[in-house]
């Protein structure tokens, strides 16, 4: 007979671990605060906005700097993706907001600067809580509210407070199979301290999360953008060098 403290320690425990370093993750995701974001720290119930028109099939073209409808690739065949490997994110662009950052795994400590990073539980999408495009789940982008990086989301949505202008933006997802997914932006959440909707999202969504200030700011701002279309890349765009840096 095995002892207990054996088939606690062999079985018990490793499962144990595994779990709570998702709840890790996902709670030191939801905490961290870039020491660099200027003003007071923001407190206030979270909000939404909400895009009211029903997602359309193209971009939109609307007054407040979306992309043109030009740069919506034509839907093609997809290449032949190798066999097991998981397809992942590796660009992110926001055109209206001048964001274009490489993108790679989430760590389990503080956001590295000069790139976005995308969250996730497991390397398998079987049982990874997070997609990536195309999986038809959410997938969960976030970097810093600095220069070059998700400034530009913290600048609007808590600065300015013109979230709303972030609705209908499109947002380009390179991933590692060559492809370019469009995704419109339909909502911005501000305040937030969940990561619940993204977790239990069932259809293809895009979330991006930035910081709204100072140490000691609890909320996050998210984006939620849905699918317009998809096509092929070049692998030059679709595949840029990282040079993730530690933040100082």
């Known amino acids: 007979m095995v002892p207990v403290l054996v088939v606690v320690r062999t079985r018990l425990l490793p499962a144990l671990v595994t779990a709570m370093g998702v709840v890790l993750v996902t709670a030191g995701l939801m905490s961290y605060a870039d020491p660099t974001t200027a003003g007071a720290v923001v407190d ?15 971009p939109s073209t609307s007054p407040d700097g979306s992309a043109p409808a030009s740069a919506a690739p034509s839907p093609t065949a997809s290449p032949t993706a190798t066999p097991g ?3 992942l994110a590796t660009r992110v662009v926001v055109p209206a907001l001048d964001i274009d950052l490489p993108v790679v ?26 997609g990536q495009p195309g999986e038809g789940r959410a997938t969960y982008l976030y970097a810093h509210a600095r220069d070059g990086m998700f400034g530009p989301i913290y600048e609007l949505a808590i600065q300015k407070k013109q979230g709303r202008k972030m609705l209908g933006m499109i947002v380009q997802v390179y991933t590692s199979d060559n492809r370019l997914h469009l995704y419109e932006v339909r909502e911005v959440r501000l305040h937030q301290t969940s990561l619940d909707d ?35 890349a070049d692998p030059k765009d679709a595949r840029p060098k990282p040079r993730p840096v530690t933040c100082g």
């Open 44 to 58: 206030g119930p979270p909000t939404t906005e909400v895009l009211s028109p029903s997602p359309t099939t193209t």
């Open 85 to 87: 490997k998981r397809v």
């Open 105 to 130: 795994k989430g760590n389990d400590g503080y956001p590295l600067c000069n790139v976005a990073m995308y969250l996730h539980s497991d390397p398998s999408a079987a049982l990874d809580l997070f």
């Open 198 to 232: 993204a977790i239990e999202a069932t259809e293809e969504q895009l979330w991006l999360q930035t910081s709204e200030g100072p140490k000691g700011t609890r909320g996050k701002t998210q984006l939620i953008a849905f699918p317009i279309s998809v096509g092929d």
